[in-house]
C-alpha cells in the first residue's frame, strides 16, 4: 500500500530557491564565487515593507558614514564603498582574520516604485538603515461608501 502526501506548494520558496541556483550558476561559469576574490565582500540585507515605506537594512560594521555611498535610479537601489583594514601589525601573531576587508557593492531591484526625493539614509551601529517612501499614487486609498 502506497500512501501519498500531499504538500503545500510554496511559490515564493521556489523563485527563491531559483534565484540562489542561478547565483551559484553564475558563480561557477565565472570560476569562483566573488565572496572569496581578495578585496570585494557582500554585505547581507533585509528588506521589508510597511506604513507605505520599503526599508533596508543592511550590515555594514568597521565603517564611517562617509565611506558609504547609497543610490537609486530606475528602480533599482545601490549601495557601496570600501572598508579599509586598519590594524597594526607590530609585536602581533594573527592565528585567524575572518572579518571582510575591501570595496564591496550591492544592488538589489526594489518591490515597488519609490519617491526619491524623500529617502532618508541614516547608519547607526554597524547597521545602515535606509527608508524608501512610496509614492502617494502608490499608497492604498481609502474610499467612503456612500449610502442611499
Do not use: C
Request: charged share 35%.
Amino acid at each position: 500500500m502506497t500512501h501519498r502526501y500531499l504538500t503545500k506548494w510554496e511559490p515564493f520558496s521556489d523563485l527563491v530557491s531559483l534565484r540562489d541556483d542561478m547565483d551559484r550558476l553564475f558563480e561557477t561559469f565565472f570560476g569562483q564565487n566573488p565572496e572569496d576574490r581578495e578585496g570585494f565582500w557582500t554585505p547581507i540585507l533585509d528588506i521589508e515593507e510597511s506604513n507605505g515605506n520599503i526599508v533596508v537594512k543592511a550590515e555594514i560594521p568597521g565603517m564611517e558614514k562617509d565611506e558609504i555611498k547609497v543610490s537609486v535610479r530606475n528602480n533599482m537601489l545601490s549601495i557601496s564603498g570600501e572598508r579599509k583594514q586598519k590594524i597594526e601589525t607590530k609585536d602581533k601573531t594573527f592565528h585567524r582574520i575572518e572579518r571582510s576587508y575591501g570595496k564591496f557593492s550591492r544592488t538589489i531591484t526594489l518591490p515597488s516604485e519609490v519617491d526619491a526625493d524623500k529617502i532618508k539614509a541614516a547608519y547607526k551601529d554597524g547597521v545602515l538603515n535606509i527608508t524608501l517612501p512610496k509614492p502617494e499614487s502608490m499608497k492604498p486609498k481609502q474610499i467612503e461608501v456612500e449610502i442611499k
